[in-house]
């Protein structure tokens, strides 16, 4: 067969398949009920996301906010000035989401970052407010997310844009992360409306410029207070099919966090939420998702719009595997999709389950040795591997 001939088919054939999107750019891949995991790796790669789908995971909710780029800030350049997005990061981003569609890995595109809003971890440790302070950080943050989906929209690996991890624009404003009543939140929302603050308003002017270069792609938005379930009370649903809304859930944060208790706390059982002691099992799990459901019964949003795209507990925690039964069952029962967190993380194992609930292995922060890492089936990553099958 004349070699030139073979050669050609072949670049034919790779054009088509990554032409062919690992699926549909409209909702319709939000139609049935999806099951993933979290990547915030400071450096991704196509074997990465490979071993993410050979695991179970359906889609992977992707950030690129660790990536080292050619200015302070991946893709931005510099967020504090944004004026473009940086080329030779376009294509390192490119290149990632090829991969994901050649691999067939669906992504949530997920910044950490915006202008006016710095992830804490990339700043140094110091919370970055401006964001919610003033209008005009709404207007960069609108026009990084116009260019981020003018370059990317249509690509055949990307089913949502998350337009910010985890927003916080009630912090220091009178308003009790985990003790108000929705009462008392809905009452903090309408102070807020028409200000910086307006988590509502804030979406719907980077939807809007979104929506302007890109009609169809899914966007996500995550509740207030780091997206807990009673933050989405400030969020009107806006009048648009491909939109979804998100929580996280790790609480009881006491418990699931190891250098807060160091193993001593056990789930389930008596553990402390909102200054008080509660009893967690399978039940107060579920009715800590409830404000959510609710939020979406109440405004007529379907649950095929909903997602818990962020959960887990630190591996070395006494129940860990437990509560991530409980936390998937509930979400299983309310008929939302899921994502949990993370998938074998570079710079941090404390949530990767698959290394078991013992110590830091040796090598795990040296790259060069991260591969022969001692992974194996145990109580947590089993219980993740056969939930992310789906019900049988």
């Not at 992707?62 to 504090?80: E, I, N, P, Q």
């Not at 389930?268 to 909102?274: D, H, N, T």
Request: glycine share 8%; with cysteine.
């Amino acid at each position: 067969m004349d070699q030139r001939a073979v050669k050609t088919g072949l670049a034919g054939l790779i054009v088509l398949l990554l032409a062919t999107p690992v699926a549909s750019q409209d909702t319709d891949f939000w139609s049935t009920t999806r099951r993933g995991t979290n990547s915030f790796n400071t450096v991704e790669t196509r074997q990465h996301l490979a071993e993410a789908r050979d695991f179970g995971a359906g889609f992977v909710r992707l950030t690129f906010a660790k990536w080292k780029g050619v200015g302070r800030d991946f893709l931005a350049g510099d967020l504090d000035h944004y004026d473009g997005l940086q080329p030779a990061d376009v294509a390192a981003l490119r290149q990632v989401l090829d991969d994901a569609a050649a691999e067939r890995v669906p992504i949530v595109l997920t910044p950490l970052d915006l202008p006016g809003d710095r992830w804490k971890q990339n700043n140094n440790d110091q919370v970055d407010d401006r964001l919610w302070q003033d209008k005009a950080w709404w207007d960069a943050a609108a026009r990084y997310w116009a260019d981020i989906a003018r370059e990317f929209k249509g690509h055949p690996a990307i089913v949502a844009y998350n337009i910010l991890n985890e927003p916080v624009p009630e912090r220091g404003q009178g308003l009790d992360e985990t003790g108000a009543t929705l009462a008392e939140r809905d009452a903090w929302c309408a102070r807020m409306r028409g200000t910086a603050r307006d988590l509502d308003g804030f979406y719907r002017h980077v939807v809007a410029a979104i929506r302007a270069v890109d009609p169809d792609t899914p966007i996500m938005l995550d509740g207030g207070w780091y997206a807990q379930p009673m933050g989405m009370q400030c969020v009107t649903p806006l009048d648009d099919p491909h939109i979804l809304y998100a929580m996280h859930m790790y609480e009881p944060y006491g418990w699931s966090t190891f250098r807060l208790n160091r193993g001593a706390l056990t789930y389930p059982g008596m553990l402390e939420y909102a200054d008080r002691p509660e009893m967690w099992d399978a039940a107060r799990v579920a009715a800590h998702q409830q404000p959510l459901i609710d939020w979406a019964d109440r405004n007529g949003v379907p649950r095929d719009r909903l997602i818990l795209s962020e959960f887990g507990c630190d591996r070395r925690v006494s129940g860990c595997a437990a509560y991530l039964a409980d936390v998937i069952a509930a979400a299983e029962t309310s008929r939302i999709h899921w994502a949990y967190y993370s998938f074998r993380e570079d710079e941090w194992d404390g949530m990767d389950y698959e290394l078991g609930d013992g110590p830091t292995p040796p090598g795990f922060y040296d790259e060069a040795r991260r591969g022969d890492l001692p992974r194996a089936p145990n109580a947590m990553s089993e219980v993740l591997r056969r939930a992310l099958k789906g019900p049988r």
